[in-house]
Every structure is written in structure tokens, then in C-alpha cells.
């Protein structure tokens, strides 16, 4: 308990640190604010509870602000949906290859489209949103086309707003902003639904609630392993004699992840979830098979719609890690700064032995990825409360585990780099760029 005041007290002593920390705090205060503002022309007590399938997954990205109807009910999503299409495009198609190796003024440009692609995104998106989620429900007081175009105009400002708020938190703040938003929107609902299995289970349910919480501590472990868990490959630089000084010579590490893919995966596969249930309802009706596919892949507790699930999420894996690590690139770069790895011909035999290691740490990651994915359904059946299980796993915890420890290792660059110990006893954080540095 010292150690933590103490190391608090740090954090706090240094000025730049604590006004990132107050701005971060501050933006997302406002982002909140913001999630509570309904549109105009709604009647919020006429508003329908909290979605299910993938409108309550994004619901709980946005931290309520979707079921709100709030100007931020589409929050950062579109802008996030805007990026992920710029960087499959960068890997497909050349112009946006080229345009990605000119440097700043590539990204410049990169940054510009990915702006006007989120603002056309947002209003197909706000379309959608109107349509399916708010004009159903009879809780609009105006006319339907006055309430389209006020709606679309305000929902397109908040997502920039979003955007806005994001970068700033990036900027001044500290950690990913657009992680952060997301992160904040999710822990929202945290205390929510400790308050409703405390509720649900009662006074009797004690023993149940501190079993409960000791499985989500050690899950919680287990995610952030497979978060940080690397493979570390070891690289070997030549000396290079310049001016009577002797440069290079050190050996150090590429960091390789095991889940290097992320959360994106759990995305993909949520996302594609829903259109065996959608097709089947089509000829629900006449038929018994698609009836029975529409039942089973409608209920994401039953084990058809988890292996499915669970399938998908490892196929994703290895196809978003594959899009995304590039071991040509790598070795290029090892290459062109003198750098080999022992026993390995730099070139294409490194390549190949790079891609080789990924392809052998991916397959275990993505099992254990479609694993945390599929927990929150388990806990479902174990008898955990529906809002509480979502912790258990899935995107939710995979997402809040990794901007928490990216954040944190921003938090103990600054104090080791003021001469402060560290947050941890052995004062490095796993990951830290220092580590991968052997003399």
C-alpha cells in the first residue's frame, strides 16, 4: 500500500504528467455528458430498453448512448469503420500502397479520406440507426422527415465531435483516444452490473458472488497474459566503424505477439454472426431446417452458435494478422539497417523464418482469443446475470485490458524517465521498447 501512495504521489509531482492526466480525465467527462443528450424531437420514456445481439454490443461500446438515442449514438463506430476499410485498402489495392510509403504527407492524405469516408459512413450508418432503433418505438414528436434530417445533421456532428474529442485526448491526454472513448464507454456500464447480480442474487448469494468474483480476477490474469504474451526473435547487428567510433554491434529483439490481431477478430466474427439467424427467418415459415437455424444461431448461448463463433474468430485471426504483420517488410527493414538474425540469411530466408514463427504463435493465440470470446456465453450458463457475464470476457475485457496496459506503460515511460522507480517492483513493464535492448 506504500509503494502504490507513493508511486501516486510520483505521478502527480510530475506537471506534464498530471495535466495529460487531468485533460484525459476532463475529455472524457465531456464524452459522457455528451452520451446523455438526447435528439432532439425524441421522448426519452418512450425509448426501448438496451438492444441485444450486435446493436447491445455497440451499445455497450458507446456506454448507453446508442439505446439513449443521443447525439453521440454513433459515437466513434463510424470512424473506427472508416479506418478499418483504409487499411484493407492499403493492403490491396496499390495507390493506397503508395500512398502509405510517401511519409507524413501519405498519412496527411491517408488521415483526410478516412475523415470524409467516416462522415459518409456516419449518415448510412444514421439512416439505419433512425430507422431501425428510434422510429419503431413511437417516441418521435415530429414530423418523420424533419426528425431524418436533424438527426442525421447532429449524429454526423457528434461522430466528429467523437473524433475530435479522440485526438485531443491523444494530443494533451494520455493513451490511444479513440481506444480511450471506447474503454470508458464500456466501464460505464461496469458498476451497473455489479449493482444488478448483487440484486439478483441477494443476501443469500454471497458465496456465489465472491466465487464469481475470483473467476473474473483470474480471467482477467489470463487475458492480460495472452494481451502481453511475445515471442521475442533475436536480431544481430553489425559494427560499423564511423569517424575512429564504433556504432552497432548489440543484439536485440523483435517483439512478435501472440495475439497480434487484437480485438478485431471478435469484431469480424460478431458482425457476421447474425446473418445465419437473418437468412433463416426468411424461409422460417416454410420450412423446418431454417427454422430450427434461425432458433439455434438467434440463441449465442447455445454450443452450435459458439463453435461457429469460435471457428470464425481463429479464420479472422490468422487473416487479420496476416494483413496486418508483413514479414517481408520486416526483413527489408532488418536488412537495410545491418541487422540479421543469427543462424538466418538476411533477405527472403528471413522472411520466411519470420513468417514461419507467426504462423505457429498465431494458431495458439487464436484458440485462446476464440476461448476469451466465447466465455461471457459459459458464464451465461453457469448462471452469471447477462450484463455482469459480458465482463467475463469477449470484446469488452479485451478491450479494457489492452488500453488500460497501454496506458499504464505510457504512465511508467514518464516516471523512469524522470528517474522515478517504476510501477512495478522490478521497475520495467513488459513491453517496454528498453526491454528488447541487450547490450
Not at 29 to 45: A, E, H, K, Q, T
Not at 392 to 405: A, C, D, E, W
Request: charged share 15%.
Amino acid at each position: 500500500m506504500k509503494k502504490f501512495i507513493s508511486t501516486v504521489k510520483n505521478i502527480f509531482s510530475i506537471e506534464d504528467l498530471r495535466v495529460r492526466i487531468l485533460n484525459t480525465v476532463g475529455f472524457l467527462i465531456i464524452f459522457r455528458l455528451g452520451s446523455y443528450v438526447v435528439l432532439p424531437g425524441v421522448d426519452p420514456s418512450k425509448l426501448g430498453g438496451t438492444p441485444e445481439g450486435i446493436f447491445g454490443l455497440i451499445d455497450t461500446f458507446l456506454g448507453g448512448a446508442f439505446s439513449n438515442a443521443s447525439i453521440f449514438g454513433l459515437g466513434i463506430m463510424p470512424y473506427i469503420s472508416a479506418s478499418i476499410v483504409l487499411q484493407l485498402l492499403t493492403v490491396g489495392v496499390p495507390y493506397f500502397q503508395k500512398m502509405q510509403k510517401e511519409g507524413e504527407s501519405g498519412r496527411k492524405r491517408i488521415n483526410q479520406i478516412t475523415r470524409v469516408l467516416t462522415i459518409l459512413i456516419t449518415i448510412a450508418q444514421g439512416i439505419g440507426y433512425v430507422t431501425a432503433t428510434i422510429l419503431p418505438t413511437g417516441a418521435v414528436m415530429v414530423s418523420t422527415s424533419l426528425f431524418m434530417f436533424s438527426s442525421l445533421v447532429l449524429l454526423s456532428a457528434g461522430t466528429m465531435f467523437c473524433m475530435w474529442l479522440g485526438e485531443k485526448i491523444t494530443e494533451k491526454g494520455i493513451g490511444n483516444g479513440i481506444s480511450m472513448l471506447i474503454m470508458i464507454g464500456i466501464i460505464s456500464r461496469f458498476p451497473g452490473a455489479i449493482i444488478a447480480e448483487v440484486l439478483e442474487k441477494g443476501s443469500g448469494g454471497l458465496l456465489l458472488l465472491l466465487i464469481e468474483a475470483a473467476v473474473l480476477f483470474f480471467v482477467v490474469v489470463g487475458v492480460v497474459a495472452l494481451t502481453e504474451a511475445t515471442r521475442r526473435i533475436p536480431v544481430q547487428y553489425a559494427k560499423q566503424v564511423v569517424g575512429g567510433k564504433v556504432y552497432g554491434g548489440q543484439r536485440q529483439y523483435i517483439p512478435i505477439k501472440v495475439n497480434a490481431s487484437g480485438v478485431m477478430p471478435i469484431i469480424f466474427a460478431q458482425s457476421l454472426m447474425f446473418v445465419p439467424a437473418l437468412i433463416a427467418q426468411i424461409w422460417a415459415s416454410e420450412n423446418d431446417i431454417a427454422n430450427y437455424i434461425g432458433t439455434t444461431f438467434s440463441d449465442f448461448t447455445s454450443w452450435q452458435y459458439n463453435l461457429l463463433f469460435a471457428a470464425m474468430i481463429i479464420i479472422f485471426t490468422f487473416f487479420y494478422t496476416a494483413i496486418t504483420v508483413n514479414p517481408e517488410q520486416i526483413a527489408e527493414d532488418m536488412k537495410r539497417n545491418g541487422g540479421f538474425v543469427p543462424g538466418i540469411k538476411p533477405g527472403a530466408p528471413t522472411a520466411d523464418f519470420i513468417d514461419g514463427i507467426i504462423s505457429r504463435i498465431t494458431l495458439p493465440g487464436s484458440v485462446l482469443l476464440a476461448a476469451v470470446a466465447i466465455l461471457p456465453a459459459l458464464a451465461i450458463i453457469a448462471g452469471v446475470g447477462g450484463e455482469f457475464a459480458q465482463f467475463y470476457g469477449g470484446t469488452s475485457l479485451l478491450i479494457m485490458v489492452g488500453v488500460i496496459m497501454d496506458t499504464l506503460r505510457q504512465i511508467e515511460s514518464y516516471l523512469l524517465m524522470r528517474h522515478y522507480e517504476g510501477m512495478m517492483k522490478s521497475g520495467n513493464m513488459k513491453n517496454n521498447p528498453s526491454n528488447y535492448q541487450v547490450a
